[in-house]
């Protein structure tokens, strides 16, 4: 079996405990910036991050990380297999609002359980309005209450030497890197997650089909170094769960070097993300 997570989720971070009522209007992110994982680390108490930004909340159908201590008895890392995400995993479990939550992985790194999941489709959003428990061997371990937001975008992220690349792939799946810049006019794809509602009414912990596709609600920008790209895709990524994709045309007209990426919709944006371009 395939497994159905890349290795982009041992994330470290924390929040601060939310309890402010649900709104009664659409909640996006805005004006979001990826949180230093240094910056985030000042407690001990269990929180709950998105997968892509590290910022804290999460997004209905997208990917999210809870984080803390004594929440399983895993020393390593056990990953999901199989063609749907199941609802648990190494005797952990992560309850939504009521509903259990597909499972990718749970982990111990750093010190602290990490576990990743997929947000359910049908979780509230408002300020305050994600209620989340995590269970090991039936006992609960750890509430989480959080901001949970319409569409929350954060772009995938790897550490090199030389700094945060964004990651994003050609269409032979190689990956963008400072060895390895995109060209002007490159057709690129950008890993992605929450983008927020589909045109698909899919089930949880369901990979997202190639045909149909899985289109983003709102049209999601790229913007490279201040410069609107030509997007011919925004939406899930086939095979996956809860991961989404933008494909996207490098402007002719890119200058050089390590440039500002960063993805919006007309309600949310993301934090920027480095993109090398020669």
């Given at each position: 079996?395939?497994?159905?997570?890349?290795?982009?989720?041992?994330?470290?971070?924390?929040?601060?405990?939310?309890?402010?009522?649900?709104?009664?209007?659409?909640?996006?992110?805005?004006?979001?910036?990826?949180?230093?994982?240094?910056?985030?680390?000042?407690?001990?108490?269990?929180?709950?991050?998105?997968?892509?930004?590290?910022?804290?909340?999460?997004?209905?159908?997208?990917?999210?990380?809870?984080?803390?201590?004594?929440?399983?008895?895993?020393?390593?890392?056990?990953?999901?297999?199989?063609?749907?995400?199941?609802?648990?995993?190494?005797?952990?479990?992560?309850?939504?609002?009521?509903?259990?939550?597909?499972?990718?992985s749970v982990a111990y790194?750093?010190?602290?359980?990490?576990?990743?999941?997929?947000?359910?489709?049908?979780?509230?959003?408002?300020?305050?309005?994600?209620?989340?428990?995590?269970?090991?061997?039936?006992?609960?371990?750890?509430?989480?209450?959080?901001?949970?937001?319409?569409?929350?975008?954060?772009?995938?992220?790897?550490?090199?030497?030389?700094?945060?690349?964004?990651?994003?792939?050609?269409?032979?799946?190689?990956?963008?890197?400072?060895?390895?810049?995109?060209?002007?006019?490159?057709?690129?794809?950008?890993?992605?997650?929450?983008?927020?509602?589909?045109?698909l009414n899919l089930p949880?912990?369901?990979?997202?089909?190639?045909?149909?596709?899985?289109?983003?609600?709102?049209?999601?920008?790229?913007?490279?170094?201040?410069?609107?790209?030509?997007?011919?895709?925004?939406?899930?990524?086939?095979?996956?769960?809860?991961?989404?994709?933008?494909?996207?045309r490098v402007p002719f007209?890119?200058?050089?070097?390590?440039?500002?990426?960063?993805?919006?919709?007309?309600?949310?944006?993301?934090?920027?993300?480095?993109?090398?371009?020669?």
């Amino acid at each position: 079996m395939k497994r159905l997570t890349p290795a982009i989720f041992l994330l470290t971070a924390t929040i601060a405990f939310a309890a402010d009522p649900p709104a009664k209007f659409p909640f996006y992110r805005q004006g979001a910036a990826s949180a230093s994982v240094a910056g985030l680390q000042a407690s001990n108490d269990p929180v709950v991050v998105n997968a892509a930004s590290y910022l804290p909340g999460v997004s209905p159908g997208g990917l999210a990380t809870v984080f803390g201590r004594d929440l399983s008895n895993v020393s390593d890392i056990v990953v999901a297999s199989g063609d749907r995400l199941p609802t648990v995993l190494a005797g952990v479990s992560v309850i939504v609002n009521g509903l259990y939550a597909g499972l990718f992985s749970v982990a111990y790194a750093n010190g602290q359980d990490q576990i990743s999941f997929q947000v359910p489709w049908e979780t509230p959003t408002g300020p305050g309005s994600a209620r989340i428990e995590v269970l090991f061997n039936g006992n609960s371990v750890a509430r989480i209450q959080t901001d949970s937001f319409v569409e929350d975008p954060g772009i995938f992220i790897y550490p090199t030497d030389s700094g945060n690349y964004a990651v994003a792939l050609r269409p032979d799946f190689t990956l963008i890197g400072p060895r390895n810049p995109a060209g002007r006019g490159e057709i690129l794809v950008l890993y992605t997650t929450g983008l927020g509602p589909v045109s698909l009414n899919l089930p949880d912990g369901v990979r997202a089909p190639s045909d149909p596709l899985a289109y983003t609600q709102d049209p999601f920008q790229v913007i490279l170094d201040g410069e609107r790209c030509d997007v011919l895709f925004s939406g899930l990524a086939p095979g996956f769960v809860g991961l989404y994709q933008l494909n996207f045309r490098v402007p002719f007209d890119a200058r050089a070097g390590n440039l500002d990426l960063q993805i919006q919709s007309p309600f949310a944006n993301s934090g920027v993300a480095t993109l090398p371009v020669f």
